[in-house]
Structures are given as structure tokens and as C-alpha cells.
């Protein structure tokens, strides 16, 4: 399986999305540098040069397997069980950022794409690493191994480390172990917590209970329990 290192790209994302009929199930692709490098809801994502993750993983041929937003579950336990072996108080914040104590470290976008003949999905990740310093809007929420531990990581260790054990956890999950959705009720960001939600591009305020076996986010909204598939939670503090 192949690791493709590219210095300065686009997006890794976009790379895969553009070159996948050429390219092996599982081929990675990583970067120095991303001029374009994206985010969840059309947000950019930030990253200096050389200092940080920057992965994309092609899963090929996914017609009709399964459901998109449990992939990206199972990559988020992914990358908390590579961190946690460095990290405490590391949390999953659903769907998919991973938090340590209520930074992030980590983000994740998911994309597909489908032809006649075959369909397919890139997983992408940005790991925070070695950098210390962001843009002044995100510096106070986000974090890095080094920004934690003081230590300085090697990335391609790294890169290693989590395209394996993302090999290791799609393949249980399309042999159809859920354990993962266990993983993440047992280090799931904000439970109790008031939160804020949009859905339909209005705001909602509700607590986080659980999520359920389909891997929806249970919110407690007044006297009504509802069951959230997609979107972006907020804790109110
Ligand atoms: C988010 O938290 O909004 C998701 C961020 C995803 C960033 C990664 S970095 C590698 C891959 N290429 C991209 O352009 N985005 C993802």
C-alpha cells in the first residue's frame, strides 16, 4: 500500500478526489504544504509548513457498503487511539474533531465521489504536531503534541502509526464490528453538557445524553429526545 509524499499540493483531498482511478485502495497521500487545504462546512484549514499532519487515505470501490457518516466515526477513534498513546484527557467531540481537554488537535473531512463504473471516499486528516502558534481567531482553541508535551515528533513515524491502525479499524468495521461506536460513548466530549447545535441553518440548544448504535448524537432539547445525523455542536459555557 502506498504512501505518496507530495511537498506543496492543492489538498490531498482533492488530489485523491482527482486521481483515484489510478490509485490503489488505501493509498495515502501526504504533504508539506496545502495552498488550499479545507475544512468541515467550507472552512479552510490551518497549517504552517513541514510542522504538521497532512493525510488523506483513499477507500475505493464503496458503492452501497455503508454509511459515510459511520466511516468518519470510525476514522476519529482512529486517530484518539494513535493520540491517547501520548496524550491525556483526550475526547472525541462528535462527529469527528478530536479535542484535548476543549482544544482541537485534530480535524477531519470526509468526501465522496461516484462515477457509472465505481465510487469512492477519501478520508482526510489534519493532525496538529509540531506547531505552537496559529492565527490569532483559532490560537486560544486549538492545540498540538508539541503545544501539550514540549516534545518535538516525527512525522512520518506518525503517518505510519495512523495509516495502520485506520487500515486495521475500516476493515473490522466492514466486517461489521461496531465496537467503535462503544469507543466513542466511552470518550465522548461534552456529555451533560448544555450545548448549541444548527440543523437547517437554525440554532438549537439541548444536552448531550449519548450517541445511539447508529452513531446519531442524542440530544436532550426540553422534554424531547432528539437524534442528530450531521452537523456542527457547540458547548455553552
Ligand atoms: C475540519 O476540522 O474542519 C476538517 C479538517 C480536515 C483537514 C484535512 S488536512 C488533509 C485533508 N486535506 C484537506 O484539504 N483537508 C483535509
Not at 57 to 85: G, P, Q
Not at 202 to 220: Q, S
Amino acid at each position: 500500500m502506498n504512501i505518496i509524499k507530495k511537498d506543496v499540493i492543492t489538498s490531498t483531498n482533492d488530489y485523491i478526489k482527482d486521481n483515484y482511478e489510478t490509485l490503489e485502495n488505501y493509498t495515502v497521500v501526504t504533504a508539506n504544504y496545502q495552498t488550499k487545504g479545507k475544512g468541515r462546512i467550507s472552512r479552510t484549514w490551518e497549517s504552517k509548513p513541514c510542522e504538521n499532519i497532512i493525510f488523506s487515505m483513499l477507500i475505493n470501490d464503496f458503492k452501497n457498503r455503508t454509511d459515510l457518516n459511520l466511516l468518519s466515526l470510525v476514522a476519529s477513534v482512529s486517530v484518539h487511539k494513535l493520540l491517547r498513546k501520548y496524550l491525556k484527557n483526550i475526547f472525541i467531540k462528535w462527529p469527528n474533531d478530536i479535542l484535548v481537554d476543549n482544544k482541537k488537535i485534530c480535524g477531519i473531512l470526509l468526501e465522496g465521489k461516484s462515477n457509472k463504473k465505481s465510487s469512492m471516499i477519501v478520508i482526510g486528516i489534519g493532525i496538529n504536531v509540531n506547531q505552537i502558534t496559529f492565527s490569532n481567531e483559532i490560537d486560544s482553541l486549538t492545540t498540538s503534541l508539541k503545544k501539550e508535551l514540549n516534545l518535538h515528533f516525527d512525522i512520518d513515524n506518525l503517518v505510519l502509526e495512523l495509516r495502520n491502525q485506520l487500515i486495521n479499524d475500516i476493515e473490522e468495521f466492514l466486517n461489521n464490528n461496531n465496537s467503535f461506536i462503544d469507543y466513542i460513548r466511552d470518550n465522548l466530549f461534552g456529555r451533560n453538557q448544555l450545548i448549541s447545535y444548527t440543523k437547517d441553518n437554525k440554532e438549537y440548544e439541548g444536552i448531550i445524553l449519548d450517541i445511539n448504535n447508529d452513531g446519531k448524537l442524542i440530544i436532550k432539547k426540553e422534554e424531547e429526545i432528539l437524534y442528530i445525523n450531521s452537523g456542527e455542536i457547540k458547548i455553552k459555557r
